[in-house]
């Protein structure tokens, strides 16, 4: 009994001690301090693209309370914009905002996410089809193809892209004959298709160029970016609608390496921050695209006209020829094409018979016989 007792003595003795020794010695653990990351758009810095980069970093570095720091550099500023993709890649940038149609070069059917006319659906319903109809696999499966070592987030629908900026009105489709022109992505292909001479050009060397002459004519994308880029400078002449662009959408790029060793808490984060960057570039778009095309035409004193319809069916039918080529060439890009069709065909067919049609209600309360409402 007395041995029970001197072992209980020493036992609690040893107790006491180790827990003397916890309270004056507490472990030390090593604070982490915030990651930081290091991104270029493929905008340049006066371009409202540029702004919607800034936002998703500041919505991502703000949810993350800090632990995140994404800087974002305009185009140019480490590699040129079409060097976004390999320069992510490789971890010389951490990430980066751009278009996915700006890689044509590296695997044609990237440009498959809205280079085009998205089998009539908008660039809200191709993001429905990346998200829920097969694609965001697809895309996964063509980064592979190319070894390129990225995560994708496409985002940000864009509306309808113009047709472009001209020396004057397109009224035909042989205007296009010999016409020096800017575009991207598989519109290079209908549009050279359609007789004109194609550069593809980033969106701060497009002004310069027709500037100096070496272009003609060019598309870009909307009122907003048109006007800060200085169009309006060289050309007095726009032609609104398009299907060479009428599904586009904005992409988010994550190396891959440096991606997937942040925290899961972090991803969780990044990939919620894609979708509300999403609907709030919408939301900006729609405020700031209307201001600005009513600036263009009582400040810059540019000319808007409507597309002809000739020019709109000539570049479905001319779109579908090399869509073939390119599928007969590319089992991958085939592939894309039959997942956008299926979805396409269900989805389109629904807005159709669901949405209802909002000019009847644009000339009810604004066309040429409108009252005004009265309150």
Not at 47 to 54: C, G, N, T, V, W
Not at 83 to 98: E, R, W
Not at 178 to 204: E, H
């Amino acid at each position: 009994m007395s041995q029970m007792k001197e072992s209980r003595r020493k036992f609690l003795k040893g107790a006491a001690v180790a827990t003397a020794a916890t309270v004056a010695a507490p472990a030390v653990v090593k604070a982490q301090g915030p990651i930081s990351m290091r991104w270029q758009s493929t905008w340049p810095s006066k371009d409202i693209f540029h702004e919607y980069a800034l936002d998703y970093a500041k919505k991502v570095n703000d949810m993350t309370g800090g632990d995140l720091k994404i800087e974002v550099l305009p185009a140019g500023a480490v590699v040129p914009a079409f060097g976004l993709l390999d320069a992510v890649s490789k971890g010389t940038l951490d990430g980066g905002h751009g278009v996915l149609v700006y890689h044509y070069g590296k695997q044609t059917a990237l440009a498959l996410w809205g280079s085009g006319p998205g089998y009539a659906m908008d660039a809200n319903m191709l993001l429905s089809w990346h998200r829920y109809g097969g694609g965001k696999a697809l895309l996964e499966k063509l980064y592979a193809s190319i070894n390129a070592n990225v995560v994708s987030f496409p985002y940000g629908p864009m509306p309808t892209q113009p047709l472009g900026w001209y020396k004057k009105p397109i009224t035909k489709v042989d205007d296009f004959k010999g016409l020096k022109f800017r575009t991207v992505g598989i519109s290079i292909d209908v549009f050279q298709a359609m007789g004109a001479a194609v550069n593809a050009l980033p969106g701060s060397e497009i002004v310069s160029a027709m500037d100096r002459g070496l272009l003609d004519a060019a598309e870009f994308n909307n009122a907003s970016s048109d006007r800060i880029l200085g169009f309006a400078d060289v050309s007095k002449v726009c032609m609104l609608q398009s299907y060479h662009q009428n599904a586009e959408q904005f992409e988010i790029l994550f190396n891959k390496d440096k991606y997937n060793a942040l925290p899961e808490k972090m991803r969780a984060i990044i990939a919620n921050a894609v979708d509300a960057a999403s609907q709030d570039m919408s939301w900006k778009a729609i405020d700031r695209y209307s201001q600005d095309y009513i600036e263009l035409q009582t400040k810059d004193k540019v000319k808007f006209y409507k597309t002809p319809d000739a020019v709109l069916k000539r570049q479905l039918e001319v779109y579908d020829e090399v869509v073939a080529k390119k599928s007969a060439e590319n089992p991958l890009f085939k592939e894309i094409v039959q997942s956008q069709l299926a979805f396409a065909k269900r989805a389109t067919q629904w807005e159709q018979d669901t949405v209802v049609s909002r000019k009847m209600a644009f000339d009810h309360y604004w066309g040429a016989t409108a009252k005004p409402v009265k309150l």
